[in-house]
């Protein structure tokens, strides 16, 4: 798990990469939480998200946003946030020239809403993780149509993102022809699933499975 640095539009960007064992590995970045709110490429969360696409032979980036960790530059409201992500998948995009297949995002809340941004933004991307989406706070109305389909997870106990909230995008993503969304609510999970990490887990690596190896999905909402 190689620390790199990359160039972002705000300076250097700071970052730990895992390559996949074949020159053909598929790509996947994994996004942080709010900078302002403690989130850095080591939440939890996002740790474990890194490991399930790891641990699938998937070329595997996380990283700081800026202002955050060695990142240069400061918070920039999610427009400098998403420029930092378009230079990640840039990198990753350059140091593995032969991946098959389309990307992979995947984001835990702030993170999340960055994610599917660029998901908008990069066609090259085909698929989405996102982990308790601040569907009350920020504005997902760019999702007109979704481009991808993914999985969002969320917590039953959420205290920061009210679950309706999240099923009302999860309904609204899953409207669009030709897209679907595995939506799973943990139970007793609050924003940060503290004590539901390993639920959290079991969640992205089926759906990765699902969709990698054909497996079928085991107990989807």
Same mark, same amino acid.
């Given at each position: 798990m190689p620390?790199?640095?990359?160039?972002? @539009?705000?300076?250097?960007? $700071?970052?730990?990469?895992?390559?996949?064992?074949?020159?053909?590995?598929?790509?996947?970045l994994i996004l942080h939480?709010?900078?302002?709110?403690?989130?850095?490429?080591? @939440?939890?969360v996002v740790y474990a998200m890194?490991?399930?696409?790891?641990?699938? =032979?998937?070329?595997?980036?996380?990283?700081?946003?800026?202002?955050?960790?060695?990142s240069q530059g400061s918070y920039d409201r999610g427009e400098g946030e &998403?420029?930092?992500?378009? @230079?990640? &998948?840039d990198w990753l995009q350059s140091v593995n020239p032969n991946a098959r297949g389309r990307a992979w995002v995947a984001g835990f809340s702030f993170?999340?809403? *960055?994610?599917?941004?660029?998901l908008m933004r990069r066609p090259e991307i085909g698929a989405f993780i996102s982990a308790a989406p601040p569907a009350n706070m920020l504005d997902f109305n760019f999702?007109?149509?979704?481009?991808? !389909?993914?999985? *969002? #997870?969320?917590g039953?106990? =959420? $205290?920061?993102?009210? $679950?309706? @909230?999240?099923a009302k995008l999860v309904a609204k993503i899953s409207s669009q022809?030709?897209? !679907?969304? =595995?939506?799973? *609510? #943990?139970?007793?999970?609050?924003h940060f699933f503290a004590d539901q990490l390993p639920e959290l887990t079991d969640c992205v690596t089926d759906y990765l499975d699902s969709v990698l190896y054909q497996k079928p999905l085991a107990g989807a909402a």
């Open positions: 620390e790199v640095l990359f160039p972002g @539009s705000a300076g250097r960007l $700071e970052g730990r990469y895992t390559p996949g064992k074949s020159p053909t590995a598929p790509l996947a939480p709010h900078p302002h709110h403690g989130g850095t490429m080591n @939440s939890k890194y490991n399930a696409f790891v641990e699938r =032979d998937f070329a595997t980036l996380r990283f700081n946003f800026r202002g955050v960790g060695r &998403l420029s930092d992500a378009a @230079s990640a &998948l993170g999340a809403w *960055i994610g599917m941004q660029l999702l007109a149509p979704c481009p991808a !389909s993914g999985q *969002i #997870i969320h039953a106990a =959420d $205290e920061i993102v009210p $679950e309706p @909230s999240v022809r030709g897209v !679907s969304v =595995d939506y799973r *609510i #943990i139970p007793n999970a609050g």
